[in-house]
């Protein structure tokens, strides 16, 4: 069965500071893979997705992905993190037949 | 305004009582799900349904039912609810297009079983 590993569970960091959030999947064909923002009190947004094509992969807010298909993974990045960045970040795997599944989450804590 | 809706936001109920939790939208979408999310867990899938009258077990289904009769609508039904689902529950919709199509999720309902 697929399944998402996120590694760190709570991140802090200073204003500036550059941020990589790990993911890893398990799953043996093709998938599709997203990363999800949830801002405090809110539901979960698309902070970008992958499909085909270029492994790097840019979304909204400056953050980008890069999709390592040897390593199984999709680490969402950003040089330089805002205060409001402070949320919890979901990546999520979409297999063939259509469920998906989720990570359990990273809080990121910016701190101002 | 195109969005997911989800009724209600908050329900207290106590253990046994059939309850039902809506979700529409409003984006002609074919693919509609249900999520849970727990802390530490995050989310995970209940139920899912590609289009009117196909639906399919999630991750974690068990306790649940779910029925799509309409396109927009794509009901959660706890027949007899337990504490272990105190939860806050997500619907989610997208266009199925085979590809990395962009899931818009409701505002979610904090369920608690007593």
């Known amino acids: 069965a697929q399944s998402v590993s996120q590694h760190n569970h709570h991140v802090i960091l200073s204003e500036a500071a550059s941020l990589e959030l790990g993911c890893n999947y398990s799953?043996?064909?093709?998938?599709?893979l997203f990363w999800y923002v949830q801002y405090p009190g809110q539901h979960l947004q698309l902070l970008l997705k992958?499909?085909?094509?270029?492994?790097l992969v840019k979304g909204i807010k400056g953050f980008e992905a890069e999709f390592i298909k040897s390593k199984f993974s999709f680490n969402l990045r950003k040089p330089s993190v805002q205060w409001s960045d402070t949320a919890e970040y979901f990546c999520a795997v979409k297999g063939n037949n259509n469920d998906m599944r989720f990570g359990a989450g990273t809080r990121l804590t910016v701190k101002p | 305004e195109a969005q997911v809706t989800q009724n209600p936001r908050y329900l207290i109920t106590v253990t046994g009582k059939k309850l039902t939790v809506t979700c529409s939208q409003n984006m002609n979408h074919e693919y509609m799900s249900w999520y849970r999310q727990d802390p530490g867990l995050g989310l995970r899938q209940i139920y899912y349904s590609m289009n009117v009258e196909v639906t399919d077990k999630g991750d974690v289904p068990e306790g649940y039912k779910v029925s799509r009769k309409e396109k927009r609508n794509f009901p959660l039904i706890l027949e007899s609810p337990s504490p272990n689902q105190t939860s806050l529950y997500f619907c989610?919709?997208?266009?199925?297009?085979?590809?990395?199509?962009?899931?818009?999720f409701g505002p979610g309902t904090r369920l608690t079983v007593l």
């Open positions: 989610a919709s997208s266009s199925y297009l085979g590809g990395a199509d962009t899931q818009y």
């Open positions: 799953y043996g064909g093709t998938v599709n």
């Open positions: 992958y499909f085909s094509g270029d492994p």
